[in-house]
């Protein structure tokens, strides 16, 4: 049980363009899911929180109009990174988890590549 | 300021010794302790699921304690396997208020089991 799926693995896009990532909870419904990033070697940076039907919240110093997440139901959540640059090159890892004292369940991740 | 550290980059050791890895934590009072395992372009993995008022939690081949006197989590797998390794994260969960439940991550320690 508490599968997340995460899709797509790895994506390779060009500057300037919109890449939409999806997070699904398989067999859960997942109140609250979390977007991180990670770079290579280093631990897990939270981006926002997400909860079903309200705003994400953001950590300080991530630019919520350049990461939109969307939380439209309690199964799926999606984080579209806008007009992106090399610099967002990154593994984003999205999570989730079915109340506050659940154990948190992670997708496999996506490489994003911007060339 | 609050600070998670996993107070060894990289651990080494030969098959069917312990493997015992280290959190320790200042300036947190957390409302639970997880760790997690993640192989090489994957996400975490849930492993387990410790309580502040909890001292120990076991399964199979794992043990996780937890001191909140020392503000100390250590993580033993017994009986190591080449397949043990991988990097392992402890994450901590806020107490109280709106966060409650937020995770912040160590950096990891990366375990390497030699046959």
């Known amino acids: 049980g508490a599968v997340v799926s995460q899709h797509p693995s790895w994506v390779i896009c060009k500057s300037g363009t919109s890449v939409k990532i999806e997070c699904r909870s398989l067999?859960?419904?997942?109140?609250?899911m979390f977007w991180y990033r990670q770079f290579p070697k280093q631990s897990l940076m939270l981006m926002a929180t997400?909860?079903?039907?309200?705003?994400?919240?953001?950590e300080q110093g991530v630019e919520k109009d350049k990461f939109l997440i969307n939380h439209a139901s309690l199964t799926l959540s999606t984080l579209t990174v806008t007009s992106a640059h090399p610099e967002d090159s990154s593994f984003y890892i999205c999570?989730?988890?079915?109340?506050?004292?659940?154990?948190?369940?992670f997708g496999n991740g996506t490489r994003l590549t911007v060339t | 300021s609050q600070k998670i550290e996993q107070n060894s980059e990289a651990l080494n050791i030969q098959e069917g010794k312990t493997a015992t890895l280290t959190c320790n934590y200042t300036?947190?009072?957390?409302?639970?302790l997880q760790w997690y395992r993640q192989d090489p372009g994957r996400g975490p993995v849930f492993l387990l699921l410790?309580?502040?008022?909890?001292k120990e939690k076991r399964k199979e081949r794992l043990k996780v304690t937890f001191d909140t006197t020392l503000k100390q989590s250590l993580f033993h797998i017994t009986a190591s396997q080449p397949a043990d390794s991988a990097t392992y994260l402890c994450?901590?969960?806020?107490?109280?208020?709106?966060?409650?439940?937020?995770?912040?991550f160590g950096q990891g320690t990366i375990l390497t089991v030699h046959p």
């Open positions: 300036n947190y009072s957390p409302a639970y």
């Open positions: 999570s989730a988890r079915s109340s506050s004292n659940s154990p948190l369940h």
């Open positions: 410790i309580r502040e008022n909890e």
């Open positions: 994450a901590l969960a806020n107490a109280g208020g709106t966060s409650y439940g937020k995770l912040t």
């Open positions: 997400s909860n079903e039907g309200s705003k994400a919240t953001y």
């Open positions: 067999d859960f419904q997942a109140t609250t």
